[in-house]
């Protein structure tokens, strides 16, 4: 079946301008992930989902990020009024907490860059 | 907290040669361990996993061994290949987590023919 998918691939910004990334889970996985790649700081979580709710939104680094999922499937990440700082690959990842390790699948992320 | 230190890269090898990224993690609960891989221009993906104590993960080559008394995951391959060539991420998570992962900083391997 098709895995996580993510859009757009690329966004360029203007500083201060508000962007929204779409993260597509794997059909059926009840749980998502959104991460940020960027050089100074590595791989960092951002926000978890279980079904719709979030349990765990300690990664996000101010109010001005904020995500939401609907259905239990679709999750969108909005960033308001962005800073160059916010420069990064997001990722999102999907996992069926079924198979009791917690095994994500990664989706080939959104490269975000901020003028 | 929780966090996963590796070993710094950028790590170069010849074709055929042995290879280890180190990898040692500290955690509060009892952790699975992960190596996942991102190939130049591609995304994240799971190379193998542990879940318990002396555990080995292997996958296209590459074993891990979870050694809970020295806390590491060390990634090996016999015999490396120009295909191998990727950054290599370490990662613990825990069930009371909620199964974020945590990452280590990540180690670029270039392999040369």
């Known amino acids: 079946g098709a895995g996580v998918s993510q859009s757009p691939s690329n966004k360029v910004t203007e500083k201060g301008k508000d962007v929204e990334l779409r993260c597509d889970p794997i059909?059926?996985?009840?749980?998502l992930y959104w991460y940020r790649q960027s050089l100074g700081q590595g791989l960092e979580f951002l926000i978890y989902?279980?079904?719709?709710?979030?349990?765990?939104k300690s990664g996000l680094p101010s109010d001005r990020f904020s995500a939401e999922r609907t259905g239990g499937s679709v999750s969108t990440l909005t960033i308001q009024r962005t800073q160059q700082e916010d420069s990064a690959v997001y990722l999102c990842?999907?996992?069926?907490?079924?198979?009791?390790?917690?095994?994500?699948?990664f989706g080939p992320g959104t490269r975000l860059t901020v003028t | 907290g929780d966090s996963v230190t590796q070993m710094e890269g950028p790590v170069t090898l010849s074709e055929e040669a042995f290879l280890t990224i180190n990898c040692t993690y500290t955690?509060?609960?009892?952790?699975?361990l992960f190596w996942y891989v991102q190939y130049p221009g591609e995304g994240l993906q799971l190379l193998l996993k542990?879940?318990?104590?002396?555990d080995k993960g292997s996958n296209k080559g590459f074993e891990a061994t979870y050694r809970k008394e020295t806390t590491s995951f060390h990634l090996e391959k016999g015999s490396v290949q120009v295909s191998d060539s990727a950054v290599y991420f370490c990662?613990?998570?825990?069930?009371?987590?909620?199964?974020?992962?945590?990452f280590g900083q990540g180690t670029e391997l270039s392999v040369k023919p």
């Open positions: 990842a999907s996992s069926s907490p079924g198979t009791g390790v917690y095994e994500q699948y």
């Open positions: 059909s059926g996985h009840t749980a």
């Open positions: 989902f279980q079904g719709n709710s979030a349990p765990d």
């Open positions: 955690a509060t609960g009892y952790p699975s």
């Open positions: 542990a879940t318990k104590a002396d």
């Open positions: 990662a613990l998570t825990t069930y009371n987590q909620g199964g974020k992962l945590i």
